[in-house]
C-alpha cells in the first residue's frame, strides 16, 4: 500500500470518479456524519467540493492509498488543530472503501500516517470520533488510541470523543 497527495484541484474525471465510488461505498458513515445531502446518492461534484473544503485549512494534506493500483482509502490530516493550545497534528478522516473493511487496510493506513507524523518530528497524533461511532471507537482504541475528550467537532457541534496516540 502506498500513500500519495491528492494532485493539485480540479480533479480529472478518472480520479474524480475513483474518489466518489470510495465516497459512495461509505453510505454508513455519511449518513451518521450528514456530511452529505443524501448519502445514498454522492455525486462527483459534492466530493470535489467536500475535497475543496478540505483544502482551505492551513496545514492540511490529503492523501489517498492505493493497493495494486487500485485506489482503497483517503486520509485527510492536519498539520495543526486550529485551537493553538493543541499541539499535535489531527487525523481528520480516515476512510476504506466499504467492500474492504475488515481486511487490515485502515490498519496499514493509520500506521502509514503514524510513521508520516514521526518523521516530521510530531510526538502524538490525535483525531476525533462521532459519539454515535461506536465501530469507529473500537477500531481506534485497538489501534492505542486513548479518549482524551468528549466535546463537539467544531464545524456542526455534533459530540464526539477525542482521542489522542503517543507516537
Not at 466518489?20 to 461534484?45: E, K, R, V
Not at 508520516?116 to 489501534?143: C, E, H, I, M
Amino acid at each position: 500500500m502506498i500513500l500519495d497527495p491528492l494532485p493539485a484541484l480540479p480533479l480529472g474525471d478518472p480520479l474524480l470518479a475513483e474518489l466518489t465510488a470510495l465516497y459512495a461505498s461509505n453510505t454508513a458513515f455519511h449518513t451518521l456524519t450528514g456530511d452529505f445531502p443524501d448519502p445514498h446518492d454522492i455525486s462527483p461534484a459534492q466530493v470535489a467540493a467536500a475535497l475543496a473544503q478540505e483544502r482551505e485549512h492551513p496545514g492540511t494534506e490529503i492523501l489517498l492509498a492505493r493497493s495494486f493500483g487500485r485506489l482503497i482509502g483517503i486520509a485527510v490530516t492536519l498539520a495543526h488543530h486550529p485551537d493553538p493550545a493543541d499541539p499535535d497534528p489531527w487525523i481528520g478522516l480516515l476512510m476504506v472503501d466499504a467492500s474492504l473493511h475488515g481486511q487490515g487496510h485502515g490498519r496499514r493506513m493509520a500506521a502509514l500516517v503514524e510513521d508520516r507524523f514521526r518523521a516530521a518530528g510530531r510526538s502524538a497524533v490525535r483525531l476525533a470520533v462521532l459519539a454515535d461511532n461506536p465501530k469507529a471507537l473500537s477500531f481506534w482504541t485497538a489501534l492505542g488510541y486513548q479518549v482524551v475528550d468528549h466535546r463537539e467537532d467544531l464545524q456542526h457541534g455534533r459530540p464526539c470523543a477525542v482521542l489522542r496516540k503517543e507516537l
